[in-house]
């Protein structure tokens, strides 16, 4: 099978091949993990100019674009774009994003099923008339969890009878390692360890899961909580509330900014991954720490949901309850932490990893293609 992988979104800083898939690492890792199922994979990337490379067996065409500006980073050139996927003749096109109807539509004109993929997408748009005419003809939809598809059925952005695939947008290549060398590396201490990898802002609720960690710290040994983030708009809340806590605040420590390969070693040193978002279009952080054997406590969120089978790893609380989180910390910490994170390595490689999500996606392709050849192909 032949499949075209399309991504429009421009990259602002106008950096080209390899120094781009090096930037955006989960788009040639997808790729590579369709490539690795069975699939002759091709990967077209809007882009300031026209250029070409080849990453792990995948050819990547950049289109060069024109940009007008706004959000998302689309260019104005569908019709370069569809011209430069139909040159690899596929038998499938797989476009990353709802939010690029003038592309989705030209591609789907192509006469060939065409699945598209949520990449956080806003089902409110106000732009929702052109999105649902450029998606008319899509063949299949995917969202890490077909929950997080209700609200574009219900403002008929996708048509009803659609199929919608349960995939995650992408997985890591994080690997779990020795705890003890982990610890030693980082200096990560904590009995248990707690990790936070996240913005602090509203939607990932630093808050809330602070004040779980405080109730929770006197029914604990020892225990320990890690801040790593970049974005921090509630900075300056969060060390309020430690400076009004002086027992919390010897027990909370802001990292700040991390270096990617050092939240690896992070996540194979902690015992806990919390983060209590109020929403997600997948969860790169959770797939990071489930792979390094981090058990989660997390929000019971549609995308956490479907990451952790409704709870079967690790712990889904309501979001913004710190008396959930505080008792999810307290009841698993009781627990046998090594067999805890055996579980937590187990269901990462057995349903989230990258060759799993290869096959999970060349599944998807080959169920719309059926479809597609069915609807089109009937003999009169």
């Not at 040159?87 to 030209?106: E, I, K, Q, S, W």
């Not at 929403?279 to 997390?298: D, K, M, N, W, Y």
Request: hydrophobic content about 45%.
């Amino acid at each position: 099978m032949r499949v075209v992988q399309v991504n429009c979104t421009r990259d602002p800083l106008q950096r080209n091949g390899d120094t781009l898939l090096d930037a955006w690492p989960t788009l040639p890792a997808v790729a590579s993990a369709v490539r690795e199922a069975g699939a002759q994979v091709s990967v077209v990337q809007s882009a300031h100019e026209d250029a070409e490379c080849e990453r792990d067996g995948v050819p990547f065409r950049f289109v060069a674009e024109p940009w007008l500006g706004g959000r998302p980073a689309a260019g104005y050139a569908p019709l370069r774009v569809r011209r430069a996927v139909g040159a690899f003749c596929p038998d499938v096109v797989h476009v990353n994003g709802l939010g690029f109807p003038f592309h989705t539509r030209a591609l789907s004109s192509l006469g060939v099923p065409v699945l598209v993929q949520d990449h956080a997408d806003n089902p409110g748009s106000r732009l929702n008339s052109l999105r649902r005419w450029g998606l008319k003809h899509v063949t299949g939809f995917a969202f890490t969890s077909r929950e997080q598809a209700s609200p574009f059925l219900q403002n008929r952005s996708i048509r009803e009878g659609v199929p919608i695939f349960a995939i995650p947008e992408s997985s890591t290549h994080f690997r779990d390692g020795d705890v003890r060398e982990a610890r030693r590396t980082t200096g990560l201490y904590g009995n248990p360890a707690v990790l936070w990898v996240g913005h602090l802002n509203e939607n990932k609720d630093p808050l809330t899961i602070l004040a779980a960690f405080a109730q929770a710290s006197g029914r604990l040994p020892d225990p320990h909580l890690w801040f790593c983030y970049t974005e921090a708009p509630l900075l300056t809340r969060v060390e309020a509330r430690l400076a009004a806590d002086r027992e919390l605040g010897s027990r909370v420590h802001l990292l700040g900014p991390v270096p990617h390969d050092r939240v690896e070693w992070l996540c194979r040193a902690a015992d806990f991954f919390v983060l209590a978002s109020r929403r997600e279009s997948c969860g790169f952080a959770l797939l990071e720490a489930l792979a390094c054997g981090a058990t989660p406590i997390v929000s019971d969120i549609p995308a956490f949901r479907a990451i952790t089978e409704s709870g079967t790893v690790g712990a889904l609380c309501k979001p913004a309850d710190a008396n959930a989180f505080a008792a999810a910390l307290v009841a698993l910490a009781h627990e046998n932490i090594d067999a805890l994170r055996a579980k937590a390595i187990a269901h990462f490689r057995s349903g989230l990893s990258f060759p799993v999500l290869g096959k999970k996606l060349l599944a998807a392709y080959e169920a719309i293609a059926d479809l597609y050849a069915q609807a089109h192909c009937r003999t009169p």
